[in-house]
C-alpha cells in the first residue's frame, strides 16, 4: 500500500533528531524537489522505501538491520530543511 | 535505558506455533493471512505484452509470451514461506514451471543469476538454487490466478530461501559470471538468505 | 515559516490511558494521560508502541484527535485483520500503558497563522486530524473561513457527528454518503467528484489551503480535483492513511 511522507515522520524523527516531513528534497534522477511529506512511501516490507512522487525513482531506504537504521539516500540529490528555533 | 512497559493484554496477532514449532526456522512465527510488502507500486502489465526472458551478456538468449508459458508442464506444489520480516506461512498451494525446465533451453555455464522483475525490483541467486529443483516460475496461487499484489501474473517462488528472493512480477533471469547484488542484498540484507541458519542480514 | 514548530522529542514516553470512549461502532477515541507532552500543532500524529509480554512489540501512527491544550486524544478505527486497531479498539482499558513518541509532522498542520478559506476534506477516518484543525480554529477564535466535507460509507460511520454538527455557523460541515443514505437524506451521496466539489470548493481565486486526509485512493482522486479546479498544489497538503 502506498502512502506518503508522513507515516515515517517518527522513523525520521530517529534517524536526523528532527521533524523532516517538511523538508525538501531533491530527486537525483528527475530534479523534483518536494517535501518528504509528499513522497510516496512503502512501509512494512524488508526496509521502508521512499520514491519520487513524479518518477518513481527511489528517493532514500530506511532497512533495520539488527539494532540500527540503515540509511540509503543516494536517491536524493538534495535535501533542504529549515532552521531550527532557538 | 528502562525497560518498555508491558501493554496488559496486547499480544502478536499470529497464533503461537505450538505443534507447527518444528517446522519453523529460528526467529519465525507462522501467520494465518498473506502480508502484502512492496517496495514501489503494483505493476499491471497486460498478458499480451508479458514476457519472460533469460539473457546473458546483453543478449536475450530464450524468451517465452504468456501463451507459450502456460503451454510448458507445470506442477502443483505445497511448500511453506518464510519472510524475512519474520511472518511464515505453511502449506501454502503453487502452481507453476519449474526454473530448471526454462534454465535447460539455454545453454549455460553462469554461476549466478539476478531475477528482474517489472518495477526494477532485483534479487540474485546462485545459479544451483534455481537450476536444479526447487525453484518455480508461480502463476497459481491456491487454485487461483495469481493477485497482481502477490506478484501476478508470474512470480519466482523459491522457498528454501526467505521470501524476499521470490521475486514478485518477475520478467526474467540475467546469467551472471560474477554474483551482483540485487535489491535487498544492496541494502544490507544477506546475500543467500537460508532462513535455517537465520541468514537476514549482511554478515550472518 | 508561519506559526511555531513544536520540536517533537525524539524518546519515547510512557502514556497512561485516562479514558475510552466509543464514537461508532468500530472507532474509539483514546485520551492520554502524558504528563511530559510539550503541546502539538493540529494535524500532527503520535507514534505509538505497544509491548507483549514476550517481548513483542509493534508500532503504529495516529493523529492526535485534540487540539492543544486539551488532554491529548487519538481515535482509532478497528481494521478487522489488524494487529493493533482490535487491541487499542476492544481490550484497552483505563490505567493500561503505552509508550508515545511526538508530536510529528510539521507539513500537515495548521494554525491561525496559516490563515484561510480552509477546505478540509476526509475520508472515513481521516476526518480525525480536520476535526483537531476545527477544533483549534474554535480554541483560538480565528476567523478563517472554513468548510469540512466528510465521506463516510452510512450516517453511522460518521464520527464525531455530534460535535461536527454544532459548527454549523461558524463552519460548514457537509457529508456525502457512499453506501446508504437514511430515508430522506438530503446531504450528498456517492464518492467526491468535481459536481460536489462544485457546490463545496472555495474558488481558487480567493487563495484557500485545503487539507485532504483518508485512503490513499481517496486522497489521490480528491487532489487530483483540487488542482483541476486550478488550486496551487503547494496549497492542497495530503495525508494517506493505510490499514494495519
Known sequence: MALDGNVIGGLLLEIFGSDMTSARATCAVCGTVSPVAETTVYIRGPGTVVRCRRCGSVLMVVARIRELNCVDLSG??????????? | MATSPVSRGFHRLSRPAGADAAKLPPGQHTTTDFPVLSAGPTPRTPLQEWTFSIRHGGKTLRSWTWPQFQDLPAETVTVDIHCVTRWSKLGTVWRGVPVRLLLDQVEHDAPYVLAFSDGGYTTNLPIKDVSVGGAWLAFDYEGQPLAPEHGGPARLLVPHLYFWKSAKWVRGLELLDHDQAGFWESYGYNNYGDPWREQRYAGD | MAGTAVRGRLSWQVA?????????????????DLPDWPGHRAGQHLDVRLTAEDGYSAERSYSIASADGEPVAITVERLEDGEVSPYLTQELRPGDQMEVRGPIGNWFTWGPDDGGPLLLIAGGSGVVPLR????????????????????????????????????????????????????GWGGFSGRVDDAMLARIAWAASQRPLAFICGPTPFVETVAELLVARHYPASRVKTERFGGA
Open chain 1, 76 to 86: 536524493v540529490a538534495a535535501l533542504e530543511t529549515t532552521r531550527a528555533d532557538e
Open chain 3, 132 to 183: 483537531a484543525i476545527l477544533r483549534h480554529r474554535q480554541r483560538a477564535g480565528s476567523n478563517a473561513p472554513a468548510r469540512l466535507l466528510y465521506s463516510s460509507r452510512s450516517l453511522a460511520d460518521v464520527i464525531y457527528r455530534q460535535e461536527l454538527d454544532q459548527y454549523r455557523g461558524s463552519a460548514e460541515v457537509r457529508y456525502t454518503l457512499t453506501r446508504s443514505q437514511p430515508p
Open chain 3, 16 to 32: 497512561t490511558v485516562a479514558a475510552v470512549s466509543d464514537e461508532t461502532d468500530s472507532v474509539r477515541t483514546i485520551l492520554l
